[in-house]
């Protein structure tokens, strides 16, 4: 191509893209420096720099279109991986009538422009008599043959959909704006529909190009309610400003199915066309992609995906090119078809989850319609037996000595504040529900309203209010068949902070963070921990009730997206006995009017903590044997409390001492000497946060209450120092032991309550004593 054309292409996509050339090749920003750049280094130079700083792997050629010069499709294939050929079937047809002998090779698909020639009405009945009418004329006009004539057209194009369903080539048709010479009102895709509703063409699919502008939202509907329409939008050199892509592509995706839209670069002639329309539809695409991240329409992971079905995997398979690509991950081919748009109708809600964690820990749901929801549930909630919370971790009914049996029923009120769209799902949402004897009476044995009444006494007595943050340890693992039998065995055996580790798995986190976020969960950091397949993920602080709303709202998001990329995400204590165990270590700390009361307001006070901040840590250290009934609530829990594991084993505190339950810290921003919260080591995914903290609470007042002190601080192993220290119970009957005899506790959590989780906690007890190998079950629990 002359330089005088390329000096026309840049005219018309303004000066910022020459400002874009002219940074790429490193010249001044003007028509004179850019040719005589071109002009001293060469077209063959010019266009490797161009691919490759476009990413272009592969170049599907219409050939069809007339200039001066031009190169063979051999000539191309120095600079891209894979080159086809796109057969123009009116400049075929005419080359034939003009005496030619076109040789048809390499072709990946057809394409038509009778948008350019007679319209897109296309009669697919069109007679041969009428064509052959119309050839007649077309042959009466001389040479060069130029096909104008409808009916000509229109055989043309149905004997070519014949062609392309023998061979399994997808058809191109050009449907939108274009050159002077387009009746823009003929060139609507909705003319198509009569050719699309053919049988006899079902099975050929149709590519829809140039986005369809500005019949854009046009093509997304017919590519929405037609299987074999497909959309394809190239913004080489485009007429359109940014924010007039950005709303083409937007329009495109608001009911086409993602898998079903592909980028080209609608480039032609020079090699910085190919350039400038691949780097412009990154833009744009992010920019799509981006909104839909924000709005909640697609999560990061979703998002990437759908990047690389844009600009790579769909074409791939819709003209079956022999390609390979490192961008295309092999999943992209069986993901979900995501749908992106503000106009899916209020009725797409179309179920409401009502979740409740029971006296086991264990997360439950009722599910409803969402008219059902808002109609009744709303206000009288869902009917569910007594004996909900007096099920156990390995079966689900209620356990004898609990005093709740299957007659009596409460409502599940949901808690409309939590009320949460789902973000691994589309068309769902969730909500937490509180217990009632009837709308507007708690239920004794509600966990959420046990920690409201913990949280009232000590806002009433002290005016002051828990905070909390969790730290969530679990493990992913993968399924294996061996010996037609069923196992979940961990993804990976990398070491702890292990960045390969988390590189491997580092777009499920994407998704996982980018859902916490959509809901209002704050993500503070991540790793690998030190198991096999175990990971960590800590939560932002914030009042102790929110913070176990949003403890439950973190595992259901973690355990769904695992299971949507086919894993299992497991929270149990001791996943392996002979490795290491997970916890949901919980970071406390004291609040009054608004600001950190458990940081000492002396650098001089002893162990940089206030005097409440020690009195309420005291209380905790005291009744902490009795706490782990709740904390750690099932059997396995004690597997992982174990000496040499930092789950803390011994019933003492340390500062900045991992292998002491109670560990007091200086995070960073702290200064020196100060600590800002103290860490609970000994609280595990079994256990039900509400309960967990509940307990805490009361154990804190009660050091509030009697002014306790703290013991001098172990900065050593607490397993060197045998004999100097009380361990913690070893075993869930220990622990329940404590428990019977702290009245604290007991009134505290209420009698009913105590009652219940006392006789949960026993059947759990004598169950696996009795079945050595069932805690292996608990990883489709926990």
């Known amino acids: 191509m002359e330089f005088a054309e390329l000096r026309e292409a840049i005219e018309k996509i303004k000066l910022r893209n020459l400002r874009e050339i002219a940074e790429l090749y490193g010249t001044k920003s003007s028509l004179d420096a850019v040719e005589q750049y071109r002009n001293s280094v060469g077209l063959q130079a010019i266009g490797s720099k161009c691919f490759e700083a476009a990413g272009i792997s592969a170049i599907l050629i219409d050939d069809g279109l007339k200039l001066d010069k031009k190169h063979d499709i051999q000539w191309h294939k120095q600079f891209v991986p894979y080159v086809g050929r796109i057969l123009r079937i009116e400049r075929l047809a005419e080359e034939i009538l003009d005496g030619e002998m076109p040789v048809a090779n390499e072709i990946v698909g057809l394409k038509t422009i009778a948008a350019y020639r007679s319209g897109l009405e296309i009669n697919p009945h069109v007679s041969k008599q009428d064509a052959e009418i119309g050839l007649s004329e077309v042959l009466h006009s001389g040479k060069p043959v130029r096909i104008t004539n409808k009916s000509l057209i229109d055989h043309i194009l149905t004997r070519s959909l014949e062609v392309a369903l023998q061979f399994n080539l997808p058809l191109q048709i050009h449907t939108g704006f274009g050159d002077t010479d387009l009746d823009l009102r003929l060139s609507n895709p909705l003319h198509l529909r009569n050719l699309l509703e053919d049988k006899r063409f079902s099975g050929c699919r149709i590519v829809l190009l140039h986005a369809s502008y500005p019949f854009s939202k046009e093509a997304s509907f017919l590519a929405s309610v037609y299987p074999q329409v497909y959309l394809d939008f190239g913004l080489a050199i485009p007429k359109l400003s940014v924010h007039g892509m950005i709303s083409s592509v937007k329009e495109l995706l608001e009911l086409a199915p993602i898998k079903k839209v592909m980028f080209s670069t609608d480039a032609y002639a020079t090699p910085e066309t190919y350039y400038l329309g691949a780097k412009r539809a990154r833009e744009v695409v992010f920019s799509v992609l981006r909104d839909a991240c924000i709005d909640g329409d697609l999560s990061i992971v979703e998002a990437i995906e759908a990047s690389k079905d844009i600009f790579a995997q769909n074409a791939i398979q819709l003209y079956k090119l022999n390609l390979d690509l490192n961008i295309c991950d092999s999943k992209a081919s069986v993901s979900s078809t995501y749908m992106i748009g503000t106009n899916v109708p209020e009725h797409a809600i179309s179920l409401v989850r009502v979740i409740w964690v029971d006296a086991s820990g264990q997360h439950r749901c009722r599910v409803v319609p969402k008219k059902r929801f808002d109609d009744v549930v709303k206000?009288?909630?869902?009917?569910?037996?007594?004996?909900?919370?007096?099920?156990?971790?390995?079966?689900?009914?209620?356990?004898?000595?609990?005093?709740?049996?299957?007659?009596?029923?409460?409502?599940?009120?949901?808690?409309?504040?939590?009320?949460?769209?789902?973000?691994?799902?589309?068309?769902?949402?969730?909500?937490?529900?509180?217990?009632?004897?009837?709308?507007?009476?708690?239920?004794?044995?509600?966990?959420?309203?046990?920690?409201?009444?913990?949280?009232?006494?000590?806002?009433?007595?002290f005016n002051l209010e828990m905070n909390a943050g969790f730290e969530n340890e679990f493990y992913l693992l993968k399924k294996l068949e061996r010996e037609g039998k069923e196992e979940w065995v961990p993804i990976d055996s990398k070491p702890y902070c292990s960045s390969s580790g988390f590189d491997?798995?580092?777009?499920?986190?994407?998704?996982?963070?980018?859902?916490?976020?959509?809901?209002?969960?704050?993500?503070?950091?991540?790793?690998?921990?030190?198991?096999?397949?175990?990971?960590?993920?800590?939560?932002?602080?914030?009042?102790?009730?929110?913070?176990?709303?949003?403890?439950?709202?973190?595992?259901?998001?973690?355990?769904?997206?695992?299971?949507?990329?086919?894993?299992?995400?497991?929270?149990?204590?001791?996943?392996?006995?002979?490795?290491?165990?997970?916890?949901?270590?919980?970071?406390?700390?004291?609040?009054?009017?608004?600001?950190?009361?458990?940081?000492?307001?002396?650098?001089?006070?002893?162990?940089?903590?206030?005097?409440?901040?020690?009195?309420?840590?005291?209380?905790?250290?005291?009744?902490?044997?009795?706490?782990?009934?709740?904390?750690?609530?099932?059997?396995?829990?004690?597997?992982?409390?174990?000496?040499?594991?930092?789950?803390?084993?011994?019933?003492?505190?340390?500062?900045?001492?991992?292998?002491?339950?109670?560990?007091?810290?200086?995070?960073?921003?702290?200064?020196?000497?100060?600590?800002?919260?103290?860490?609970?080591?000994?609280?595990?995914?079994?256990?039900?946060?509400?309960?967990?903290l509940a307990a805490i609470i009361a154990a804190g007042i009660d050091g509030l209450r009697r002014h306790l002190r703290l013991p001098e601080p172990i900065d050593a192993n607490p397993a060197t120092l045998e004999g100097k220290l009380p361990r913690l119970p070893s075993s869930l009957s220990e622990s329940l032991e404590a428990l019977e005899k702290d009245n604290v506790l007991r009134e505290m959590i209420g009698e009913k309550l105590f009652v219940a989780i006392r006789g949960v906690r026993k059947a759990e007890i004598d169950f696996y004593a009795k079945n050595k190998e069932a805690y292996k079950q608990l990883i489709h629990r926990y």
């Open 504 to 692: 491997a798995i580092s777009t499920l986190f994407q998704e996982i963070v980018g859902a916490l976020n959509s809901l209002n969960v704050s993500v503070e950091q991540l790793h690998a921990e030190a198991g096999k397949g175990q990971f960590e993920m800590a939560i932002g602080h914030t009042a102790c009730a929110y913070a176990a709303d949003n403890l439950i709202f973190t595992r259901e998001v973690v355990r769904a997206i695992a299971s949507k990329h086919g894993m299992l995400a497991t929270f149990v204590p001791k996943y392996a006995l002979d490795d290491i165990g997970s916890g949901s270590h919980v970071h406390l700390s004291l609040w009054q009017n608004g600001q950190n009361v458990f940081v000492a307001s002396d650098p001089s006070s002893q162990y940089g903590m206030s005097k409440v901040g020690e009195e309420f840590m005291a209380g905790v250290l005291n009744h902490l044997p009795s706490i782990l009934a709740f904390t750690a609530p099932v059997p396995n829990s004690y597997d992982r409390i174990q000496p040499n594991t930092w789950s803390g084993a011994y019933q003492c505190w340390g500062n900045e001492n991992r292998e002491a339950p109670l560990r007091t810290a200086c995070p960073p921003g702290i200064p020196n000497g100060f600590v800002s919260n103290f860490e609970i080591k000994s609280f595990d995914g079994c256990a039900n946060p509400h309960l967990g």
């Open 379 to 461: 206000k009288n909630g869902v009917g569910l037996t007594f004996a909900s919370m007096a099920m156990t971790s390995f079966v689900d009914g209620p356990a004898d000595g609990t005093n709740l049996t299957g007659t009596g029923e409460i409502r599940l009120m949901p808690d409309l504040s939590t009320r949460k769209a789902i973000p691994w799902t589309k068309q769902e949402e969730m909500v937490l529900a509180d217990m009632h004897l009837k709308p507007g009476e708690a239920w004794e044995y509600c966990p959420r309203e046990a920690l409201r009444r913990a949280s009232k006494v000590l806002k009433d007595e």
